[in-house]
C-alpha cells in the first residue's frame, strides 16, 4: 500500500482480487523493455489507453476474526498503471496517459506535474481517438540521419466494451509497438446471450465493433442470427460456444492484426470466480528479432502470472 496517497487524491475505487495480477504483468513487462532497449537507437514510448487517475483504492471487506483493526471495511491505495509506467527504471523516455473522465484526467494532471522533468502527456478524451491519432503521427520507423526511431507499449485497460476493432488494427500497423489488453470477456458475454432473443440490434452492433468481424453469429450460435424481422429463426438458435471457445476466438481475431505474435492470454476472474477478461499480449513487429525479445519476456510473465496467487476471494 502507498502511504497517504489515498488521502489526497479522488479515489479511483475499482478492481478485484485479480486487479494486482493484470497490473503485475504490466510492470514487469515495462521494466524488462525498459532495460533491453537501454542501450538501443529506439525513442521508447508508453501509451496508456486507459489511464484511470495513476492509483487504485480498492475496499476489502470487514474480516472480524482477524481483530477489530480488520472489523471495518479496509481501503487499500496502490499505484495504478500510470504511476507504475512513470516509476519504471531506466525511465522511459515519454509518457502519454489517456482518459475520458474529468476528474481522473485532473489527477493524471496533477500526477504528471511531479514530474517536471520527464515527458508526460496528458490526453482527455476517447482513447481509441487518441490512440489512432498517435500511431499514425509518430514517426515509428524514423530513416533520416541521425533521428532516432521509435517503439513502445500500449496499455489497452478499458472497463468493458470501449476499445473499438480500428483503434487494434491501428496499433498493429505501427509495427512498433507492443500492445497488452485487457480484453473484455464479461462484456462479450453480455452482449452475447445464450438466447439470441435477446441480441438486440445495439449488442449485435457493440460485439461488430469490439471484434471487428461478423461471422462470430455463425461462430458462436447454432443457427446464423438472422436480421430482426426474422424471428422465429432467430429463436431457434442457441449460443453454443463457452468461455473457452470465445477466449479462443478473440485470440484468432488479434492475430489477424498482429503479424509478429499473439500470445496466450491469462484470464482474470470477478471476486465471485465468474471470468472476467483475458489479458492478451501482441507483438506489431515482424522482425524476428523484436518478436523473439517480446515474445520471450512476456511469456514468461505470463507464465509466472498464471502461477501467482490472487488476493483470496
Ligand atoms: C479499468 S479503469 C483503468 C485503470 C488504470 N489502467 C489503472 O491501472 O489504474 C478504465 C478507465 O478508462 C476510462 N475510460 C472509459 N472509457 C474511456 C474512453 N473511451 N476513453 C478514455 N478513457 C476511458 C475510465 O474513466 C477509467 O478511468
Not at 3 to 30: M, N
Not at 149 to 162: A, H, I, K, N, S
Not at 287 to 294: E, G, I, N, T
Request: charged share 25%; with cysteine; proline share 6%.
Amino acid at each position: 500500500m502507498c502511504a497517504g496517497l489515498g488521502d489526497k487524491l479522488a479515489k479511483h475505487i475499482y478492481g478485484g482480487p485479480d486487479t494486482p495480477k493484470k497490473l503485475r504483468c504490466l510492470q514487469e513487462y515495462l521494466q524488462a523493455f525498459s532495460i533491453a532497449l537501454r542501450n538501443q537507437q529506439f525513442e521508447c514510448v508508453y501509451i496508456d489507453a486507459f489511464a484511470g487517475s495513476g492509483s487504485r483504492t480498492e475496499v476489502r471487506p470487514a474480516l472480524p476474526l482477524l481483530g477489530e483493526e480488520f472489523a471495518e471495511p479496509q481501503e487499500v491505495t496502490t499505484p495504478g498503471s500510470a504511476r507504475i509506467a512513470i516509476d519504471i527504471h531506466p525511465p522511459l523516455h515519454s509518457i502519454v496517459l489517456i482518459e475520458e473522465d474529468a476528474t481522473r484526467f485532473a489527477e493524471l494532471e496533477r500526477l504528471a506535474g511531479e514530474y517536471p522533468d520527464r515527458h508526460i502527456t496528458v490526453e482527455k478524451g476517447d482513447a481509441n481517438k487518441h490512440v489512432q491519432r498517435l500511431c499514425t503521427q509518430i514517426a515509428w520507423r524514423q530513416r533520416k540521419p541521425g533521428m532516432r526511431g521509435t517503439r513502445g507499449v500500449v496499455f489497452l485497460d478499458p472497463y468493458g466494451m470501449e476499445v473499438a476493432w480500428q483503434t487494434v488494427e491501428t496499433i498493429a500497423r505501427t509495427k512498433a509497438l507492443d500492445c497488452w489488453y485487457f480484453f473484455p470477456l464479461s462484456g462479450l458475454y453480455r452482449n452475447a446471450p445464450h438466447n439470441p432473443a435477446k441480441l438486440d440490434a445495439g449488442k449485435q452492433a457493440n460485439l461488430d465493433r469490439v471484434l471487428g468481424a461478423t461471422d462470430w453469429r455463425e461462430r458462436w450460435y447454432e443457427h446464423q442470427i438472422l436480421p430482426k424481422d426474422l424471428l422465429e429463426t432467430q429463436a431457434q438458435a442457441v449460443r453454443r460456444t463457452d468461455v473457452d471457445a470465445i477466449e479462443a476466438y478473440v485470440k484468432e481475431r488479434l492475430e489477424t492484426a498482429f503479424k509478429g505474435a499473439v500470445l496466450d492470454p491469462i484470464r482474470l476472474h470477478h471476486k465471485n470466480g465468474a471470468p472476467l477478461a483475458s489479458l492478451f499480449f501482441a507483438v506489431s513487429n515482424t522482425s524476428p528479432k523484436a518478436v523473439k525479445l517480446a515474445t520471450d519476456i512476456a511469456s514468461h510473465i505470463l507464465n509466472s502470472g498464471r502461477l501467482f496467487h490472487s488476493r483470496p476471494r
